[in-house]
Structures are given as structure tokens and as C-alpha cells.
T-cell receptor, first 118, second 114 residues
Framework: AQTVTQSQPEMSVQEAETVTLSCTYDTSENNYYLFWYKQPPSRQMILVIRQEAYKQQNATENRFSVNFQKAAKSFSLKISDSQLGDTAMYFCAFMKPPSSQGTYKYIFGTGTRLKVLA | DSGVTQTPKHLITATGQRVTLRCSPRSGDLSVYWYQQSLDQGLQFLIQYYNGEERAKGNILERFSAQQFPDLHSELNLSSLELGDSALYFC?????????????FGPGTRLTVL
């Protein structure tokens, strides 16, 4: 069964600094998608960045980038030039389309609470 | 604002009761997803509908059921409620089904079971 592990329950970073949130997953599948979602205090879930497993190039969205290591099953999120508005819960998510014997899978990690300090 | 609406925002009820949570997806989105977020278990995928049909099932209890109507709104029914069902219930929608599609989340319904 697929699992997603976020081993850092809480992290903090100084404003303007860089922070990396870790995520590992376990799957025997070859075709899947990985996402980072952000949940600020408002509780609204917002997509930060996504990566297709068959793409070797790491995804980048402005100050957010990922380090995707398929063989190691690792998908870390790097936030550069951290801003106060980045304070939120960050969830790593694994999504798999159906195979011949399965169905869609949507699995979220338990989250990392990030606090950006002024 | 994601364009996904959920009602009610808050719901307080007693054990053994039944409640219905409602979700309206973004205009044009055919897929609806339901998630449960409790304090100690993170975000759990419950069920997905695509254009009226069930497409994927996650950790949804037998006491829970859902459906998607012809106008594409969806309802999640929770019955024989227990204290442990207290959680934030999210609905999300996407244009197509699964995979690479970004899911747009609603603001959630906070359910408190007393």
C-alpha cells in the first residue's frame, strides 16, 4: 500500500531565509503524481507545486521548488526567500491513476507546520 | 476563493445523529472529492465522484455515504455519528478525474459531535 511520510511535524525559519520540508513515499507504481499543498490558518487548502513522476526535471514555481528523487522516493519542498505569508501547514500528497487492478489513490502526509519568523 | 462552496460552515450535533454536508464544485468541474481532516490523522481521502459516478473510494466508513447529482453538486451523508467523527470535512473539485489535475478545495465544514 502507498504511504506518505512527513517526518518534520514542525519547523521554523527566519524571514528571507530558505527552508526545506521533507517528504518520502512508498509505492511500487511507476506512474504517479506528487503535490505539495499549503493550508494557512484560514484552513483553505492551496496547491503549491506538483510533479509528474515520469519527468526528471524538478518542478519550480517562483520561490518554491522541489527536489524529486524517484529512486529514493523522496519529494522535498524548498521555499526560498521565506515570507511571513508562507506560515502554514504544508501537506505532501501522492496521487496515482488506476492500474489494471486498482483504482485512483489519493494519499496525503500528516503535514509539516511551518512558521516564518520576523 | 477557490470557487468551491461548502455548506454549512459549522455543524454541531449529538452522537447517533445523521447529518448531510453539501458541496458545489467550481463551474465546469466534473470531479468532486471528499476528505476528512481530524487532529490526529491528517487529511484522509474518503471518496471521489466523476460526472455522477463513483470513481474512487478511500477510507470511508460504511456509516458514511455520498452522491453526486446531475447538477454536479455533491452531498456527504454521515450517520450514527460518533465522537470520533468530529473533524473538518473538505470537498474539492477538478475539471477531470484524478492524476495530475489540481484539486481546488472548499473552505470545509467543521463538524462537532457532542
Amino acid at each position: 500500500a502507498q504511504t506518505v511520510t512527513q517526518s518534520q511535524p514542525e519547523m521554523s525559519v527566519q524571514e528571507a531565509e530558505t527552508v526545506t520540508l521533507s517528504c518520502t513515499y512508498d509505492t511500487s507504481e511507476n506512474n504517479y503524481y506528487l503535490f505539495w499543498y499549503k493550508q494557512p490558518p484560514s484552513r483553505q487548502m492551496i496547491l503549491v507545486i506538483r510533479q509528474e513522476a515520469y519527468k526528471q526535471q524538478n518542478a519550480t514555481e517562483n520561490r518554491f521548488s522541489v527536489n524529486f528523487q524517484k529512486a529514493a522516493k523522496s519529494f522535498s519542498l524548498k521555499i526560498s526567500d521565506s515570507q511571513l505569508g508562507d506560515t502554514a501547514m504544508y501537506f505532501c500528497a501522492f496521487m496515482k491513476p488506476p492500474s489494471s487492478q486498482g483504482t485512483y489513490k489519493y494519499i496525503f502526509g500528516t503535514g509539516t507546520r511551518l512558521k516564518v519568523l520576523a | 476563493d477557490s470557487g468551491v462552496t461548502q455548506t454549512p460552515k459549522h455543524l454541531i450535533t449529538a452522537t447517533g445523529q445523521r447529518v448531510t454536508l453539501r458541496c458545489s464544485p467550481r463551474s465546469g468541474d466534473l470531479s468532486v472529492y471528499w476528505y476528512q481532516q481530524s487532529l490526529d490523522q491528517g487529511l484522509q481521502f474518503l471518496i471521489q465522484y466523476y460526472n455522477g459516478e463513483e470513481r474512487a473510494k478511500g477510507n470511508i466508513l460504511e456509516r458514511f455515504s455520498a452522491q453526486q447529482f446531475p447538477d454536479l453538486h455533491s452531498e456527504l451523508n454521515l450517520s450514527s455519528l460518533e465522537l470520533g467523527d468530529s473533524a473538518l470535512y473538505f470537498c474539492a473539485s477538478s475539471p477531470q478525474t484524478g492524476g495530475y489535475n489540481e484539486q481546488f478545495f472548499g473552505p470545509g465544514t467543521r463538524l462537532t459531535v457532542l
